[in-house]
T-cell receptor, first 116, second 117 residues
Framework: AQKITQTQPGMFVQEKEAVTLDCTYD???????LFWYKQPSSGEMIFLIY??????QNATEGRYSLNFQKARKSANLVISASQLGDSAMYFC?????????????FGTGTRLQVFP | DVKVTQSSRYLVKRTGEKVFLECVQD?????MFWYRQDPGLGLRLIYF???????EKGDIPEGYSVSREKKERFSLILESASTNQTSMYLC????????????????FGPGTRLTVL
């Protein structure tokens, strides 16, 4: 079974609109962390936001927020006020356990295109 | 700023050649990782290392080996390159977990796009 599932291969959004990128995960470990990375066409992976499994509040970083629904095992990325520079691949990833492993499991990614 | 560098952005090799991909990080990170990225498959872990001379297999180690002689450098080796190893290769590094660092995110290099003919 897939540990990280991103069901949207591609998404389009108009500039200045909000967009939600979906991510569901599967783990039996009560301790885990969820990450979102952005990969522009240049290829480098850029860390955006992190949510720990014990965090009481949803993570936010500027225009990025994470809609964390633990019971549903979903960790959707919300980008508010989209900009043309947000066009990129977006990857959701999970780290299982706290400190005993640093490996990340990645989803297959969502390509976001922002149009004027 | 954390800097992870990779020796080449683009590389073209012939089937059967021995290929070395080099990765260097300047943040004194204990962990280093090699991934390959293919369309529709996301990033898959090939090998990782949590200390000098230590290595552990990831999800797809077949056809690859690694070397970590110095803390800052992690090399990926294709002993005999094959066409199915044509891919984007990404190196990453991070601190060792469990040391009080909250997110402990991985920092990535720019990637090497390898073509094997």
């Amino acid at each position: 079974a897939q540990k990280i599932t991103q069901t949207q291969p591609g998404m389009f959004v108009q500039e200045k609109e909000a967009v939600t990128l979906d991510c569901t995960y599967d783990t039996s470990d009560p301790s885990y962390g969820l990450f979102w990375y952005k990969q522009p066409s240049s290829g480098e992976m850029i860390f955006l936001i992190y949510q720990g499994s014990y965090d009481q509040q949803n993570a936010t970083e500027g225009r990025y927020s994470l809609n964390f629904q633990k019971a549903r095992k979903s960790a959707n990325l919300v980008i508010s006020a989209s900009q043309l520079g947000d066009s990129a691949m977006y990857f959701c990833a999970m780290r299982e356990g706290l400190g005993d492993t640093d490996k990340l499991i990645f989803g297959t990614g969502t390509r976001l295109q922002v149009f004027p | 700023d954390v800097k992870v560098t990779q020796s080449s952005r683009y590389l073209v090799k012939r089937t059967g050649e021995k290929v070395f991909l080099e990765c260097v990080q300047d943040m004194d990170h204990e962990n280093m990782f090699w991934y390959r990225q293919d369309p529709g498959l996301g990033l898959r872990l090939i090998y990782f290392s949590y200390d000098v001379k230590m290595k552990e297999k990831g999800d797809i180690p077949e056809g690859y080996s690694v070397s970590r002689e110095k803390k800052e450098r992690f090399s990926l080796i294709l002993e005999s390159a094959s066409t199915n190893q044509t891919s984007m290769y990404l190196c990453a590094s991070s601190f060792l977990g469990g040391l009080g660092r909250y997110t402990n995110e991985q920092f990535f290099g720019p990637g090497t796009r390898l073509t094997v003919l």
